[in-house]
């Protein structure tokens, strides 16, 4: 189910961008201000580092538990990673940490 509607969805950003592309949108990038687009990018960065973090703490079968925080808001997965940190999965947690410090050295 979840790999179908990863499917659609990004059936649907791809036929948009096409779109914008044969339309010439391009322009929008320069009409926007520069502290608009970084403070964009960097909220999306924010709450992509906030939905990850529940999985590579070893996490996620304890978040399907409690219920709401798949789902829910950056604050609700927050506030459930905060109260449940004591539960992460050290191998879990390391792996993420080396594997995320690798990516960053050597990109």
Do not use: C, W, Y
Not at 29 to 46: E, K, M
């Amino acid at each position: 189910m979840h790999a179908r509607v990863a499917g659609v969805v990004t059936g649907m950003a791809g036929a948009i961008i096409f779109i914008a592309g044969l339309t010439r949108l391009g322009f929008l990038d320069s009409v926007l201000s520069r502290p608009f687009l970084r403070g964009f990018i960097s909220a999306i960065g924010f709450v992509i580092i906030v939905d990850q973090l529940i999985p590579e703490l070893g996490l996620a079968e304890i978040a399907e538990q409690v219920g709401g925080v798949n789902h829910g808001s950056s604050v609700d997965k927050l506030g459930f990673l905060f109260g449940h940190a004591n539960q992460a999965s050290g191998i879990t947690a390391t792996v993420a940490g080396i594997s995320f410090a690798i990516i960053m050295v050597f990109r």
